[in-house]
Structures are given as structure tokens and as C-alpha cells.
């Protein structure tokens, strides 16, 4: 563990995850005690309470680790962003989709090892009219996918998501959607707008591949009118991270992304619904420390394997 971090707090919200957050805290509890080192355990039963007390540790010499799913580390990290103050995971969610960016095992005494002896880094944080979120802002198709899927109690991971996104599939009514980013405008007829700070959401789902933490800019992935049986055979891909490539998917880059739809959406970012279109998506380069694996603490961009990225992208220049 670095130097001048001789405490660790745990912060967790018991509930996520359905009960397995609650597992995970215990683990890594018994965990720290076994290797004698000091530590305490705070549970937050809203999001108020998470904001409250990640704030009251914001800009002290320890590490925070966040035990549970990606809503609760956006929380956390909304408050520590700008601090000093780092973050560490222990993953407990349903989705997970910044720690398997990051590379951050699910296994809780696997997660404390890094805790405790990974290396910090600094990372970007997006922020969706001012809230704050990890991963990938979208709206449109999304918003009602990710409503239905987290309605959904009894299943998890890439299975909920997919559910969500076969269930909305039938009641979706093609939208547009103007897209302002840096300037530059585009207009499509169709499913989705997605800002992505990093390159993973829905448990699993690499939509945008080449999206990196720690580059400045947020990769947007806009997704075109297509029968309901083309998009249904695709899905697949994004898993993967292979569907940048098929004529209905628009990218581009940039730091600042203004959406406007035909119709409100509600604007989901890890998991979570915050805020409401129109909206605008800015990024805040290195706000946030975050503790990975020494063995990727000098990588550029954590992505799939190569092997799994096969899509084209548009560059912005200077980048």
C-alpha cells in the first residue's frame, strides 16, 4: 500500500446488487483482519447518505474502497473527484462495468489485494449536465432498456441488460436526435445517443471500444434506424465490441457533447437515471484517483483484447 494511506474506509450500500454488496463488505472485512490492517466500514442506505459520507472523506490521507455496483462508485466518485483522495473497488453490483474496465476481479479478497498494494492512477470523469458518471451516458433506446432492466430482481450481468433491451425492443417508436459535439452537429433518425467516458455498460457491453479514461474526450456512439431483426442479430457484437462497423453506427469524438431529442429521455450513466434531454456531456480530465493493478497502472487505454475490436471510429484530431 502507498505510503501516508495507513487507513482504509470501506463504503458501501448494503442493498446493491440485491443483498450481494452486504456479502462483499463481510469478506473484505475478514479480510482486512486477517492481514492486520486498520480499517473501518461505513454503510450508506441512500444516495444522500453515500454523497454525505464519501464528501466527509474527500481530501484525506487514506483510500476509499466502494463495495457495491457502478452507482455507487459514481456517487463516490462525484465526491472525491478533485480531492487527492483515491478510490478503490470492490465490486458488488449487477453490472460492474467500470471495474472490468479497470480490471478489477470480483472476488473480494482479490479486490482488497489491489486495494492495498495496486497503484493510482488519475482518470476522467463525465458529467452529464453537471452530475457526474464513470462510464457511458445514453438516452433514447437506452433510457427505456435501462428502465425496464432495472425493474428486473431475478437475474443479473449481461442477462438483465439484455432482457431490458429485448423487452424495449418491442415498444420502441424511432426517435431523432440532433448531436452537437465540439461544434460540429449531426441529426439521425433512429434508436440511440451514447457519450461514453470509458468503453463497457450494461454488464458487459463494449459499445464503445475505443473509448479511454484517461484521453480527455468522450467517444459518442449514435445508433441509426434499422429493422428491429437487424438490430435483434447485432446485439451480439456489442458485446464484443465489433458493431462500430455496420452502417447504422455513427461515431465521433470530442470534450463536450450537446443532445437534443424529439422527445424527452430520461439520460441514464451507470445504471442510473440523471438527468433528462436535452442535456449536455462534458469530461473533466484526471479528476478522479482510482487504484488498479500495478500491472496496468502504466496502460493508455483498457479495452477488450484486440482480437475483439474489429469496428472503425472517427478521430477527432489532436487527439
Same mark, same amino acid.
Given at each position: 500500500m502507498s505510503r501516508g494511506h495507513a487507513e482504509i474506509v470501506l463504503l458501501a450500500n448494503p442493498a446493491a446488487g440485491g443483498g450481494r454488496a452486504k456479502l462483499a463488505l463481510d469478506c473484505c472485512v475478514a479480510e482486512l483482519a486477517r492481514r492486520g490492517v486498520a480499517h473501518r466500514a461505513i454503510v450508506a442506505d441512500d444516495p444522500d447518505d453515500v454523497r454525505r459520507q464519501a464528501a466527509a472523506l474527500? +481530501?484525506?490521507?487514506? %483510500? &476509499? /474502497?466502494? &463495495? $457495491?455496483?457502478? +452507482?455507487?462508485? %459514481?456517487?463516490?466518485a462525484g465526491e472525491l473527484a478533485g480531492s487527492g483522495t483515491p478510490l478503490a473497488i470492490c465490486p458488488a453490483g449487477r453490472g460492474n462495468d467500470f471495474a472490468r474496465v479497470l480490471g478489477i476481479p470480483r472476488e473480494p479478497a482479490a479486490a482488497i489485494a489491489i486495494a492495498l498494494e495496486g497503484r493510482e492512477r488519475t482518470v476522467d470523469l463525465g458529467r452529464v449536465d453537471g452530475k457526474p458518471f464513470l462510464g457511458i451516458a445514453s438516452l433514447g433506446f437506452d433510457s427505456l432498456a435501462n428502465e425496464i432492466a432495472n425493474k428486473v430482481r431475478v437475474v443479473r450481468g449481461q442477462l438483465v441488460y439484455a432482457l431490458g433491451a429485448l423487452r424495449a425492443l418491442a415498444q420502441w417508436r424511432p426517435a431523432r436526435f440532433e448531436v452537437v459535439v465540439d461544434g460540429r452537429e449531426f441529426e439521425l433518425h433512429g434508436y440511440a445517443v451514447a457519450v461514453a467516458n470509458s468503453g463497457c455498460y450494461g454488464g458487459g457491453m463494449w459499445l464503445a471500444p475505443h473509448a479511454s479514461l484517461f484521453d480527455g474526450y468522450l467517444d459518442v456512439v449514435a445508433t441509426a434506424h434499422a429493422s428491429r431483426l437487424r438490430l435483434l442479430r447485432n446485439l451480439p457484437r456489442v458485446f464484443a465490441g465489433t458493431h462500430l462497423a455496420l452502417p447504422e453506427v455513427i461515431t465521433d469524438r470530442g470534450r463536450t457533447v450537446t443532445v437534443i431529442s424529439d422527445r424527452s429521455f430520461d439520460v441514464y450513466a451507470d445504471g442510473d437515471p440523471v438527468s433528462r434531454s436535452p442535456c449536455t456531456v462534458t469530461v473533466e480530465r484526471g479528476s478522479?484517483? &482510482?487504484? /488498479?493493478?500495478?500491472?496496468?497502472?502504466? !496502460?493508455? &487505454?483498457? /479495452?477488450? !483484447?484486440?482480437?475483439? %475490436?474489429? $469496428?472503425?471510429? /472517427? %478521430?477527432?484530431?489532436g487527439r
Open positions: 474527500a +481530501g484525506r490521507q487514506l %483510500r &476509499v /474502497v466502494a &463495495v $457495491g455496483g457502478d +452507482g455507487l462508485l %459514481r456517487l463516490v478522479l484517483r &482510482v487504484v /488498479v493493478a500495478a500491472d496496468r497502472a502504466e !496502460a493508455t &487505454v483498457l /479495452v477488450p !483484447a484486440e482480437s475483439e %475490436r474489429t $469496428g472503425s471510429v /472517427v %478521430r477527432t484530431p
